[in-house]
């Protein structure tokens, strides 16, 4: 194979894998995921280590069906300027960077966006080839969903728990009801171990969990609570000073 048809092959196969991931992204802008990357690999890590009864839990409900406590409570606990941005808080990167940079712990600065790109296409790992897809990924969520989408997805894959995925789900197990009878602790603490919820437990939350639920309903309170979100259905919002 020669040069010409070396670059001819790499180019369509680009343009082969761009256009099957656009075509993805914009089935599920209509179709709940049956799984998602995350869901994946958890459950390909579980059949490794000889885990074959391990199963994650799973269970989507559209986002009319979920308490707005959990709506604000995860966008008062890991992205405030949800509504306002196209994917990407660059104040929040430059902070990050700036953080790290001093060789204290590592802080991240995904937004909601972000983290659903993860989720369902991504695996885990740090790499540059792994965020480039993540910055890739990310503009096409926000190119082709709506807000409310983008929402809607996240709190349905979002992992609250061992092998537990999505607010429904995660509802059921720790409170025993479903996601649309959450109360706003409740909500605050199902956002409150998103960071690491393969340490930090909903159901018997640490000191450090109800301080950090306190924290988040307080943010709750002064992003305005429901109202916050009637923002998502303006096609331009007002950003907050």
Do not use: C
């Not at 894998?17 to 998602?36: D, G, Q, Y």
């Not at 649309?180 to 159901?203: D, Q, Y």
């Amino acid at each position: 194979m020669n040069g010409r048809r070396i670059v001819r092959w790499l180019l369509q196969t680009l343009l082969a894998a761009v256009a099957a991931s656009v075509l993805a992204v914009l089935l599920l802008r209509f179709v709940p995921p049956l799984t998602s990357a995350f869901m994946i690999e958890n459950r390909l890590a579980s059949l490794a280590a000889g885990d074959f009864g391990r199963a994650n839990d799973y269970d989507w409900v559209p986002l009319e069906e979920i308490s707005p406590h959990a709506a604000i409570a995860v966008i008062a606990s890991e992205d405030q300027l949800f509504p306002f941005h196209a994917g990407f808080d660059f104040d929040s990167i430059r902070q990050a960077i700036r953080y790290n940079a001093k060789g204290r712990k590592t802080r991240g600065a995904s937004t909601i966006s972000q983290q659903v790109a993860k989720n369902l296409f991504l695996w885990s790992g740090r790499s540059y080839l792994r965020k480039g897809l993540e910055v890739w990924f990310t503009v096409l969520v926000e190119g082709l969903w709506p807000k409310e989408r983008i929402l809607e997805v996240y709190l349905n894959v979002a992992e609250f728990g061992p092998d537990t995925y999505g607010v429904e789900a995660a509802s059921r197990k720790f409170f025993g009801k479903s996601a649309a009878r959450l109360t706003r602790r409740e909500a605050a603490t199902l956002a409150a171990v998103l960071p690491s919820p393969a340490r930090m437990r909903a159901a018997t939350p640490s000191a450090y969990v109800q301080r950090r639920s306190e924290f988040i309903m307080g943010q709750m309170r002064a992003l305005g609570g429901e109202s916050y979100l009637k923002q998502l259905d303006d096609e331009e919002p007002k950003r907050k000073p």
